[in-house]
């Protein structure tokens, strides 16, 4: 257990739907790392936040937008979802914010476009 | 950007036998490299990591190496065991100043009892 929670486990939606995907990270970490999987792509960088700030953006699309609130955790809401956004997005969670520290991730949510 | 190449894609080897993948990177400023153990069905766990002002770091049955010159590092397991089978993914991250890892495209190990 990487003591990184991710909600929910499994979402299936139709095209054009909204989604909001939370993650909580390990206590005592400040800096939360957003990632998507799919079956071509590999582990791609979203998004990180470091104590309420974004820090690093990566390849995220415009309809995707994450914030990372006072208590820590972190929401990535996915908007006019299409077929392609199926996949399974991961939080990972870090003590720091520069990087080279371990960062540890959920267990993800794994999200099915209809 | 940085940019990481991992091989072989999969790898079979016989329980007991050892097992060794193996990652470039492109960004000679990368200073950081974790490896990444996932199972079906739950995130990558890091298993090992390395910085690079060291050229070898040991745990139990795992090992990674770091060749700073030619710019490639490897995770090597010992006597392998069923419970070994997974995707492995290294990592790199870019240059001091970002602050995101770039993952290899994985490889999947199948220990054969």
């Known amino acids: 257990d990487s003591g990184v929670t991710q909600t929910p486990k499994h979402l299936i939606t139709a095209t054009g739907q909204r989604v909001t995907l939370r993650c909580s990270p390990r206590s005592g970490d400040l800096s939360v790392y957003w990632y998507q999987q799919s079956l071509d792509q590999g582990l791609q960088f979203l998004i990180q936040y470091y104590n309420g700030e974004e820090r690093a953006k990566g390849n995220i699309l415009e309809r995707f937008s994450a914030q990372q609130f006072p208590d820590l955790h972190s929401e990535l809401n996915l908007s006019s979802l299409e077929l392609g956004d199926s996949a399974l997005y991961f939080c990972?969670?870090?003590?720091?914010?520069?990087?080279?520290?371990?960062?540890?991730f959920g267990d993800g949510t794994r999200l099915s476009i209809l | 950007g940085e940019n990481v190449e991992q091989h072989p894609s999969t790898l079979s080897v016989q329980e007991g036998d050892s097992a060794v993948i193996k990652c470039t990177y492109s960004?000679?400023?990368?200073?950081?490299f974790p490896w990444y153990k996932q199972e079906l069905g739950k995130g990558p766990q890091l298993i090992i990591d390395i910085r690079s002002n060291v050229g070898e770091k040991k745990d139990q049955r795992i090992a990674v190496t770091l060749n700073k010159t030619a710019k490639h590092f490897s995770l090597h397991i010992t006597e392998t065991q069923p419970e070994d089978s997974a995707v492995y993914f290294c990592a790199a991250r870019e240059a001091p100043g970002t602050y995101k890892y770039i993952f290899g495209t994985g490889t999947r190990l199948k220990v054969l009892a």
């Open positions: 960004d000679s400023a990368s200073n950081y």
């Open positions: 990972a969670s870090s003590v720091g914010g520069s990087g080279n520290q371990p960062q540890h």
